[in-house]
């Protein structure tokens, strides 16, 4: 028979070997990382230019994404003005409907997720506007650049 302390060095070298065959498994297999691509595709873009009565030299690109969660809307914009508010960015069928989807970060930039039931064939305007920290939550009616999505 093993004496006593024998056994509990035995018992301490099995639940190390445990451990590090479970840290090893895991640092292998990461269940926590997605098994698709974040991107897939790029179904369409538009090239944003400045609105008429906005700031000029402002530029910027809007391209829709098909990502494993769902669509997105990456943003990225140039020249903007630091607003005394936020950049709201907005898609809109052209005449009145609009829908927020996020806004620019500081670096003018988003990646937004997009409804998966919107029918981006009726909300092909990208319009990113200034907006105040007023606890509105229409579009502030200043819009600073805006182009129209196309595949």
Known sequence: MLPLRRWGSIAIAA????????????AAVRPW?????????ASASASLGPVS???GGVT???VVVQAAAGPRLEVTAAGLPSPEGYY???????????????TLGPDASASLPLPATMDLGTFRVVDISAERYDGEQTHSQDSVLRGTLSS
């Open 88 to 102: 709201e960015v907005w898609v809109f069928d052209g005449t009145s409907r609009m829908v927020s989807v996020g």
């Open 53 to 55: 009565g906005g700031p």
């Open 33 to 41: 990382e997605e098994d698709a691509p974040a991107v897939v595709v």
């Open 60 to 62: 910027g690109r809007a």
């Open 15 to 26: 639940v190390a070997a445990a451990a590090v065959g479970v840290v090893g498994t895991l």
